[in-house]
């Protein structure tokens, strides 16, 4: 992800087949880990927090692991897509080219899920991080906390729905509702996870 935030920003409004929902999500994701690390940051070397500044500093070090791998994941969901772009291109005049083209669209389907998946559970991670900011970071950083764990939700549940405009297209069903199923586990366990973090900061 080389592209300066303007530059990300004005791809993302083009008619360009990607950066698109998915890679938005990631970059988002990322945003909500390092708001995190923020808090973490701001509360390393003050008085009032030496008894945890030994576990903030090891949360700051699994925020900044990943900060990194979501980056990656928005350059990941671009060149995840781009096959099934490529797919639907592909000629379907005899048997044969319609079984080729479906055997290719299928498997660039499994791997545009895949990424967003990957996308889920980051943010998952993120949100979990979120919640022990917001237990031990400083309370004047604390709302910034909150801001993470809305920022890795929503990054989730767009990656979600990422996930399913992609298995609506599968062939296999088995497959397709496996890979909704796993989308569905993430979103119940963390989802509330990240809500309970908004309305203890919200409410402080």
Not at 6 to 11: A, I, K, R
Not at 17 to 46: F, H, Q, R
Not at 127 to 140: N, Q, R, W
Request: glycine share 8%.
């Amino acid at each position: 992800m080389n592209l300066s935030c303007e530059g990300f920003l004005e791809e993302l409004a083009s008619k360009a087949a990607a950066p698109g929902g998915g890679g938005a999500s990631a970059l988002v994701g990322a945003a909500g880990v390092a708001l995190g690390s923020m808090v973490g940051s701001l509360t390393v070397g003050k008085k009032k927090y030496a008894a945890v500044e030994a576990d903030i500093i090891a949360l700051n070090a699994r925020a900044e692991t990943l900060r990194k791998r979501l980056e990656a994941l928005v350059q990941a969901d671009a060149e995840a897509f781009l096959p099934v772009a490529a797919a639907y291109k592909l000629p379907k005049e005899t048997p044969e080219q319609q079984a080729h083209k479906a055997a290719v669209l299928e498997k660039a389907l499994d791997r545009a899920c895949a990424v967003p998946l990957e996308v889920m559970t980051a943010c998952g991670e993120g949100i979990a991080l979120a919640a022990e900011y917001a237990e031990k970071g400083s309370v004047l950083a604390r709302s910034d906390a909150g801001c993470a764990a809305l920022f890795c939700k929503a990054a989730m549940q767009a990656a979600g729905l990422n996930v399913k405009v992609n298995t609506r297209l599968m062939a296999d069903k088995a497959h397709a509702d496996a890979l909704e199923a796993r989308a569905e586990q993430l979103l119940a366990e963390f989802v509330p996870q990240a809500d309970r973090v908004y309305q203890t900061v919200s409410n402080e």
